[in-house]
C-alpha cells in the first residue's frame, strides 16, 4: 500500500496564504506526475494543479491559476501546493494523488474564514 502524508492545512482569514505538503515513496514519486485535489462539502472532488516528475510541466484549474502554485522537491520526495489570495471558497479538504493512480493522501482541511 503506498501512503502519501499530507500537511500544512489550517484556519486562515480571507487573503492569506498556505503551503500543503505531501511526502510520497521514493519509488513512486521520482516516476509520476503528482497532483492535488480538494473536495468542498456537499460537491465532487475538483482537480486543482498537477506537476511532471521532472517539475517543469505544470497543470492548474482555472479557478486557482495565479493564486496558486505546483512544486515539487524530488531529492526530499514531497509536493507542494502554494496557495496565496485565499478566499472562502477555497475551503475544502485538499488530496495530493500520484496521477492516474488510485494512490490518495489521508486530506488535510483548508478553511477560509474571517
Known amino acids: 500500500q503506498v501512503q502519501l502524508v499530507e500537511s500544512g492545512g489550517g484556519l486562515v482569514q480571507p487573503g492569506g496564504s498556505l503551503r500543503l505538503s505531501c511526502a510520497a515513496p521514493r519509488i513512486i514519486f521520482s516516476a509520476y506526475t503528482m497532483g492535488w485535489y480538494r473536495e468542498a462539502p456537499g460537491k465532487q472532488r475538483e482537480f486543482i494543479a498537477s506537476i511532471a516528475p521532472s517539475g517543469g510541466d505544470t497543470t492548474y484549474a482555472d479557478s486557482v491559476k495565479g493564486r496558486f502554485t505546483i512544486s515539487r522537491d524530488n531529492a526530499k520526495n514531497t509536493v507542494f501546493l502554494q496557495m496565496n489570495s485565499l478566499k472562502p471558497e477555497d475551503t475544502a479538504v485538499y488530496y495530493c494523488?500520484?496521477?492516474?493512480?488510485?494512490?490518495w493522501g489521508q486530506g488535510t482541511q483548508v478553511t477560509v474564514s474571517s
Open positions: 494523488n500520484v496521477v492516474a493512480t488510485n494512490f
